[in-house]
């Protein structure tokens, strides 16, 4: 009788190791998809500092252009 109980607590506490295991895995998940999420806006800040870049050289040769007409004689 003493051994089953033994071999019953051996058993449960494997649950709980698999159990603690499975619950590391979805952390992993989760920490995965976070870095997903913030490797996406990472890339949308890239993009949105191309666009502000883009839009100061138009503003830059638009600029140009006004002081090319106020030049004229």
């Known amino acids: 009788m003493q051994v089953d109980a033994t071999k019953v607590q051996v058993d449960a506490t494997k649950v ?9 895995d979805a952390t992993k998940v989760q920490v995965d998809a976070t870095k997903v999420q913030v490797d996406a806006t990472k890339v949308q800040v890239d993009a949105t500092k191309v666009q502000v870049d883009a839009t100061k050289v138009q503003v830059d040769a ?12």
């Not at 709980?16 to 590391?24: F, G, H, P, S």
């Not at 600029?63 to 106020?70: G, Y």
């Open 16 to 24: 709980q190791v698999d159990a603690t295991k499975v619950q590391v």
């Open 62 to 73: 638009t600029k140009v252009q006004v002081k090319r007409l106020v030049c004229i004689p």
